[in-house]
């Protein structure tokens, strides 16, 4: 167990709402983040990225094309041509209108209802402004025992350690990373959760972070029978796709002892 004072801490098995519930809503959008809060999720993950005039926004790709009606790099565009573009529409007809978040704004909307996993999103640009951007705003809205940041990169990790060592923090890991960062990542990395890609874990991953005193959240986690083997193998939380899917899961086990 974590000594961390994180709300992360205090219950479990927790429900983490991947990007929101992203199969009933636009991913990382406010209704998605609402929804899943009233799906029962305990948690929402999500993705934060820095814009040309250094906004924290949440959006998963490089590209705006996927998701939005915009096009090109999100990072060269400025937070007010942001704002111009649709993120729902793409989605579904009765979502049309919805905008990029900023990060600020998701912590004013749910983060009093859910905690709230930042996956920080500056892969390729590792020197950037954005771990103390989103360690400014995480402290501005007094969320640091109910935020956690993730990543895969060590590096944006260790600088969000050294900022802020009362945020805790998971390795992201997945199945077809070299071998040799498989080893090492772990082992340098100041991390209280281990973020392992459902293809890669299996019991003897949970015991050996649960030694290590990490928790272990499993990604992504959409069907039942397998989050239901995961929760038997001890794992603390499921990021999944369908939140109300992974809360059933949950009641299951825990009604079956």
Known sequence: MSSSPSEWWERGPLVIAHRGASRCA??????AFRLAAD???EAIELDARLTADGAVVVHHDQMLDRTTTGTGRLAQCMR????SLDAGAKFGA????????????????????????VELKNYETAFD?????VVALVRSHGLQRRVLLSCFSPLSLWT???LAPEIPRGLLLYAGQPRWMLSLFPRITP???HHPQDAMTDPRTMAVQHGRGRRVNVWTVNDAGRMRDLLVQGCDGLITDVPDLARQAVLDVVAAG
């Open 94 to 117: 009765a979502f049309a209108g919805e905008r990029i978040p900023t990060l600020d704004e998701v912590f004013e909307a749910v983060g009093g209802r859910v905690l709230i996993n």
């Open 160 to 162: 969000a350690f050294l």
């Open 39 to 41: 799906m029962g999720a």
């Open 129 to 133: 402004r954005l771990v103390p951007a």
């Open 26 to 31: 636009p991913e990382n959008t406010l209704p």
């Open 80 to 83: 007010q041509e942001l704002q």
């Open 191 to 193: 991390c209280e959760a």
